[in-house]
């Protein structure tokens, strides 16, 4: 457990990368399992329509996506130390987030003006925090192709529009 938090703490300090991740499929399945159960249970408490399959369908296609981007390039080998390191840091962002979805309750649809209370503010210190999970998700990925950041962010930035064009059609319209 020890190992696993110095990691964590590296990789959010940009000490260490995805070749410090330890190459262990079942604790990529392990971490998998739990990113996803605080990601649905952040989408239950997050909305008054939670969509948590819609959870699962994101987190698959994220690794499928991963997988076939580092097959592309060439560094297949890399997938499970990069997957996990990408799950290892998302992990405390989304239990960050739940926690203050829990405090606050579900989000109103649409945010306006006169739906917004005075404990959404509590969402604020949330976004450096969304800053930094960026940067780091972006050094894991520079790291894992051996690419410029810049490079590195402009290919994230693609993953995740391909996943949302993937996921869109297992979404529910919102009215």
């Known amino acids: 457990m020890n190992d696993w938090l110095l990691l964590l703490r590296d990789l959010f300090l940009f000490r260490r990368g995805p070749a410090d991740a330890p190459y262990a499929p079942m604790a990529l399945a392990t971490l998998f399992a739990i990113v996803l159960g605080f990601g649905m249970a952040t989408n239950a408490v997050g909305t008054t329509t939670p969509q948590t399959h ?16 580092l097959t592309v ?34 989000l109103p649809n649409p945010v306006t003006p006169e739906t917004v209370r005075p404990e959404h503010a509590l969402l604020m210190p949330l976004v450096p925090l969304t800053f930094w999970w960026l940067g780091v998700r972006i050094r894991i ?35």
């Open 73 to 106: 390039k060439g560094q297949q080998a890399r997938f499970v130390q990069t997957a996990i390191s990408d799950l290892l840091v998302a992990l405390p962002f989304t239990i960050s987030i739940y926690a203050v979805l829990s405090f606050i309750g579900p």
């Open 54 to 69: 819609a959870v699962l369908i994101a987190e698959v296609i994220d690794l499928v996506l991963l997988n076939a981007l």
């Open 141 to 175: 990925l520079s790291l894992a192709l051996e690419t410029p950041p810049l490079r590195a962010f402009a290919l994230l930035t693609l993953l995740w529009i391909a996943k949302m064009v993937l996921l869109t059609p297992f979404l529910a319209p919102v009215e």
